[in-house]
């Protein structure tokens, strides 16, 4: 999710007031190579601001300069306000902002929707790192974010931070039943309600720029699962318990 704002700031001896808004701001790659064009970002909790600027004008001009400088404004093709003179006016910085969000990870369990007394279920996240994309000064920007933490509310009071996102005991090569680094076994019947929240590293790229990391993590909520434990003694099996076979508590 990306989300765009524009700020316009002129500098100048004399400036006309301005009854339309300016266009968006934008940046050259000559510019970026001189070095009046900077761009920076930060982590906000929830998400990245990328921002920008690029000055103009401002020249300094011998005396015997003459003709305006290239016009600060430009809205609708024309020129808004009086353009400094050579030599004689201050610089116009035009300014950028860009605000990039994660996308929103999902989590999943297994058995679907519901769970046994004192057996493992198993939970996971698909979330993965992704780049979210947008301009800046006219130029593409990016944003990568990595996912380094899931911290999950099991509903019963348990907590777990972890930095594996889990996966499904088939994919981890395991039966069904068994505890996975992401599992969890409830000790009360009833339904409970799981969330998860995802921390996430960034970094971000400008123009053809390499890619530069933030200090500070993103968090992202995922959707809520709701889980119906159910009592050991509702699952049929058709021989003694032992521990881990399908439908007996652990231990």
């Known amino acids: 999710m990306v989300r765009r704002f524009a700020v316009v700031m002129i500098v100048a001896l004399a400036t006309t007031a301005m009854t339309t808004p300016a266009t968006a701001a934008s940046c050259s790659g000559a510019q970026i190579a001189a ?75 297994e058995p679907t929707g519901w769970a046994i ?59 069904p039943w068994t505890r996975t680094v992401t599992s969890h076994s409830y000790d009360e019947v009833g339904d409970v309600r799981v969330r998860l929240v995802v921390w996430y590293s960034a970094a971000f790229r400008f123009g053809s720029q390499g890619w530069r990391r933030l200090a500070g993590l993103v968090k992202s909520r995922a959707n809520d699962l709701t889980v119906s434990v159910l009592s050991a003694d509702t699952v049929l099996v058709d021989r003694p318990c032992s521990p881990g076979a399908f439908g007996c508590p652990d231990g």
């Open 35 to 109: 070095g009046t064009c900077s761009v920076g970002g930060g982590t906000t909790g929830t998400g990245v601001d990328l921002w920008g600027g690029v000055t103009t004008g401002g020249s300094s001009g011998g005396a015997d300069s003459d003709g305006p400088d290239e016009c600060p404004v430009v809205v609708n093709g024309q020129c808004v306000g009086s353009s400094p003179p050579k030599g004689g006016g201050g610089p116009t910085t035009v300014s950028d902002l860009e605000s990039f969000r994660p996308r929103s990870p999902q989590q999943f369990v």
């Open 117 to 175: 007394q004192r057996i493992p279920a198993n939970f996971w996240s698909t979330a993965k790192t992704h780049v979210v994309s947008g301009r800046l000064l006219d130029n593409p920007a990016d944003v990568r974010f990595s996912p380094v933490l899931y911290q999950r509310s099991f509903g019963d009071g348990s907590r777990q931070t972890i930095a594996s996102p889990g996966d499904t005991w088939r994919e981890l090569g395991q039966s």
